[in-house]
C-alpha cells in the first residue's frame, strides 16, 4: 500500500535549525511532484514548499530565503531543511504527493499524504 512518513519533527528554540524527512513506498515516487504543508494550531492548513520531477521548486513567502526542500528519487524520498526558526513555524508538518507530477500549492490537489511530524518552536 502506498506510504508516506515523515521523520525529523521536535521541539526546538527560535534560531535553530531542523531538517524533516518523507519517505515513500507504494507508488512510483518519480512520477510524483512533492510538496510540504503545515498545519498550526488556530491556522488552517497551508503550503510550504512544492518540487517537481525535475527538482524545480516553488516556496511559500513565509518559507523562502529560510527553507529548503530537495527530493532523492533513488531514495524515494523529500527533504525539507528549515534554518531561522520562528515560533509562528509551530505546526504539524505534512508531505503530500501528486500523482499526476504537478505543482500546485492547494492540498486538495494532492493524492497521497502522510501523518505528519510535529515541529515546536520555542520563544
Known amino acids: 500500500q502506498v506510504q508516506l512518513v515523515e521523520a525529523g519533527g521536535g521541539l526546538v528554540q527560535a534560531g535553530d535549525s531542523l531538517k524533516l524527512s518523507c519517505e515513500v513506498s507504494g507508488l512510483s515516487f518519480s512520477r510524483c511532484g512533492m510538496a510540504w504543508f503545515r498545519h498550526g494550531p488556530g491556522r488552517e492548513r497551508e503550503f510550504v514548499a512544492a518540487?517537481?520531477?525535475?527538482?524545480?521548486?516553488h516556496y511559500a513567502p513565509s518559507a523562502k530565503e529560510r527553507f529548503t526542500i530537495s527530493r532523492d528519487n533513488a531514495k524515494a524520498a523529500i527533504y525539507l531543511q528549515m534554518s531561522s526558526l520562528k515560533p509562528e513555524d509551530t505546526a504539524v508538518y505534512s508531505c503530500?504527493?501528486?500523482?499526476?507530477?504537478?505543482?500546485?500549492?492547494?492540498?486538495?490537489?494532492?493524492?497521497?499524504w502522510g501523518q505528519g511530524t510535529q515541529v515546536t518552536v520555542s520563544s
Open positions: 518540487i517537481l520531477r525535475n527538482s524545480d521548486t
Open positions: 503530500a504527493c501528486h500523482a499526476w507530477g504537478r505543482l500546485s500549492t492547494i492540498a486538495r490537489e494532492y493524492d497521497y
